[in-house]
């Protein structure tokens, strides 16, 4: 069985080619059950990736790892003993169908929601619950599936406002304008001004950004996410609902952005074309469980990948060595 | 409640053609208040009209800042404008040779106290349970002020005299003087307020508004924002309740300042239009004026029959609909409406 799977035109395709396919990691605690089952289902991909390993360790450039989370609500499981190692400037994309438990690694990640087990590793730092609060002073920065911008702020407000996790002034020398507070807030105009442009947003800037259409809205909440000049940038879904032309100046934005900053990205999308041009690696999840990693060009050959994405049984194909 | 509250002063005035600066209008509105109006108006004017609606409007400008701004319903404004009162009262008596200015401060730092404390839920709760529990405030103050008769300098009670005012040996007892010190008080706290508004910490207050969760992601400290929009609310909302009780009534009791007084606040910022510094403004004034209008007007057309009974009801129906009204029609308030007809009145004129 065959599945085809078109690249987008963006010209994003980068380092691709370097990043060799990552089995799941082994003789680590936590470990995923089906994760060695995950191996056993291609054999032919584990030469590349022990070459990998012997050329360097996969440990040693994560710069954000999820180690055997998961994540229930009231009995649904959105997230089983999920392991996820992301490493420094790469694009990974993740894939799965609706309810695979997507937004829900972004969300524990940014300490929207604690898991019920495992953790988060950030900066060398092992947290249970990522403290939210302080995620943006971490160097995370994330944008959301369904909006979540001020929509009571213009364009650069909005912006501005991804600043603020430098502010160090009180309101009282904000009131008084000048020394510290004068200094932040030229900084942070100036800031959001440049991302602003670098976004082609400039001619909106004053606008309320409420009364942007939809694509525009998820841009804006791209550069409120870029103004932090964040380490790792966590996307949920920013080119949903887009059209073609609009998708294909994201991926341009979210390359340029990695390329022009280093920033990590994490990318949740659902047009295949866009995540197989535009990330250097793919995990693929499906009921909660990462049901594959590795290249595009990989993850395009997984036997899993294609069942879930054709929405075959896992149980009809008990026989290929699956088993959930 | 979800109501769009868009921070119209965030937003540069696209005021068409005439290439005035900001500054222009409430320069110009603060000329004609302090050089025109103490030549022009008459004692009823200032003691019936200007001295409430001042006081009523930096309340409004107060609670403007918490729940237009920062998204915190509070049905406690009473209460802080109590507080304000009382302090400064006792700060008067009891503190010797304490001036004006120092006592004005000092009230509205312990209404910014009190308002702290209550505050305190609003890390919780949200919207409406907010509202409820901003209750508490509302019915400990007026209980603590009437139970306690130390507040009141033991008056019968609770009912306190405003001491003779003074600034730097300047006597401001008449009505002039009072309707000065006031609308210098308004002026200032309402300039700061504006700077506030405006600055990183106002972006925050709206950040927190808007979306809690993407604030707190963005970094901002979504509980010390919400505790210091209660706590510079309570203060500037404390202070006017200094003016209500010293510039305008001069004596007050601790029911003057109900649940009643509470919700004309309220219905002033939604009224004038949430998160608009200048809708407490036009909020106030309508409900300064509004019903001197009706009373005279109701003494017109039905005569005896529209006693102070009838007055009080008719009062209520009329600002109830209005408010409605408002809700429905306007949910950004007159500040909105004026920024429309304004917008709309050139184009309109040069057609003709
Ligand atoms: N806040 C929540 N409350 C209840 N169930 C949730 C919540 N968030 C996610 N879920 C459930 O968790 C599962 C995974 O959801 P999600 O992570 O949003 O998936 P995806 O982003 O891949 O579509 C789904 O079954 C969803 O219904
Ligand atoms: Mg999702």
Redesign the interface.
């Known amino acids: 069985m065959t599945l085809v799977l078109t690249g987008a035109s963006a010209g994003a395709w980068s380092a691709a080619s370097t990043a060799a396919f990552e089995t799941a990691p082994r003789g680590r605690p936590g470990l995923a059950p089906d994760a060695d089952a995950d191996a056993q289902v291609h054999p032919a991909a584990k030469r590349p990736a022990s070459l990998y390993r012997a050329a360097e360790p996969e440990t040693s450039e994560a710069v954000l790892e999820l180690v055997g989370v998961s994540l229930s609500f009231g009995g649904v499981a959105a997230l089983s003993e999920v392991d996820l190692s992301v490493r420094r400037g790469e694009i990974l994309a993740i894939i799965g169908p609706n309810g695979a438990g997507k937004s829900s690694i972004v969300n524990v990640i940014?300490g929207?929601y604690p898991p019920d087990r495992g953790h988060v590793r950030l900066k060398g730092q092992r947290y249970g619950q990522v403290p939210?609060?302080?995620?943006?002073?971490l160097g995370v920065?994330?944008t959301?599936q369904n909006l979540?911008?001020?929509?009571?702020?213009?364009v650069l407000?909005n912006v501005?406002?991804?600043r603020?996790?430098?502010?160090r002034?009180s309101?009282i020398e904000?009131?008084a304008?000048f020394g510290r507070?004068k200094r932040?807030?030229l900084d942070?105009r100036e800031r959001a001004a440049d991302v602003i442009d670098f976004l082609q947003l400039s001619p909106l800037s004053?606008r309320?950004v409420?009364t942007l259409p939809y694509g525009l809205q998820k841009r804006v909440e791209l550069a409120?996410a870029l103004v932090?000049e964040p380490d790792i940038l966590l996307l949920d879904e920013p080119m949903a609902g887009m059209t073609a032309t609009e998708k294909n100046e994201m991926a341009g934005f979210v390359t340029a952005a990695r390329d022009r900053f280093g920033t990590t990205v994490v990318l949740i999308e659902h047009d295949i074309g866009v995540v197989m041009s535009l990330s250097d690696r793919v995990a693929v999840f499906d009921h909660g469980r990462r049901i594959a990693l590795g290249t595009p060009a990989e993850v395009q050959r997984d036997q899993r990948v294609i069942d879930a994405y054709l929405g075959v049984a896992e149980d009809e194909n008990a026989g290929e060595g699956e088993e959930l | 409640m979800t109501m769009?509250?868009?921070?119209t002063d965030?937003?540069?005035d696209t005021r068409p053609s005439r290439g005035l600066p900001g500054w222009a209008l409430p320069v110009s509105v603060l000329a004609v208040a302090y050089l025109a109006v103490p030549l022009l108006a008459t004692n009823y004017l200032f003691e019936a009209i200007l001295l409430p609606f001042l006081a009523l409007s930096l309340a409004g400008v107060g609670l403007n800042i918490l729940t237009g701004y920062a998204g915190q319903v509070s049905l406690g404004s009473a209460a802080f404008m109590a507080v304000g009162a009382y302090a400064a009262y006792n700060l008067n008596l009891r503190v010797e040779g304490l001036p004006l200015i120092g006592s004005l401060v000092l009230a509205g730092l312990s209404a910014a106290v009190i308002g702290l404390a209550f505050g305190l839920p609003s890390l919780r709760l949200k919207g409406f349970y907010l509202a409820v529990s901003t209750l508490a405030a509302q019915f400990f103050v007026q209980w603590a002020l009437t139970k306690f008769s130390w507040f009141s300098n033991d008056s019968a009670s609770g009912v306190i005299d405003a001491p003779p005012l003074n600034i730097g040996g300047v006597a401001l007892d008449g009505p002039v003087g009072r309707y000065l010190f006031a609308l210098t008080v308004v002026a200032v706290l309402t300039f700061?307020s504006h700077?506030?508004v405006i600055?990183?910490?106002g972006?925050?207050f709206?950040?927190v508004?808007?979306?809690e969760?993407?604030?707190?992601?963005?970094?901002?400290?979504?509980l010390k924002t919400k505790l210091?929009a209660f706590a510079?609310s309570s203060f500037i909302i404390g202070i006017a309740g200094v003016l209500w009780a010293f510039a305008y009534l001069r004596t007050v009791e601790p029911a003057g300042f109900n649940l009643d007084r509470s919700f004309q606040i309220l219905f002033i910022v939604i009224i004038g239009g949430l998160?608009t510094i200048r809708g407490a403004f036009f909020g106030a004034a309508l409900i300064v004026v509004f019903p001197l209008v009706l009373s005279r007007f109701g003494a017109f057309v039905l005569g005896d029959v529209f006693d102070s009974g009838v007055l009080d009801m008719s009062q209520r129906i009329v600002l109830g609909a209005l408010i409605i009204l408002f809700l429905v029609l306007e949910p950004d308030g007159l500040a909105a409406l004026g920024h429309r007809i304004r917008r709309r009145l050139p184009t309109v004129l040069s057609r003709r």
């Open positions: 940014s929207v939210t609060q302080k995620l943006a002073r920065a994330r959301f979540a911008l001020f929509p009571g702020l213009s407000d501005v406002a991804g603020a996790h430098r502010a002034s309101f904000q009131l304008g507070a932040e807030r942070a004053e309320l409420g409120r932090a | 769009t509250a868009f921070a965030l937003i540069p700061l700077r506030l600055s990183q910490t972006r925050n709206i950040a508004r808007d979306n969760t993407a604030a707190r992601i963005i970094g901002v400290p979504v210091l510079v998160a």
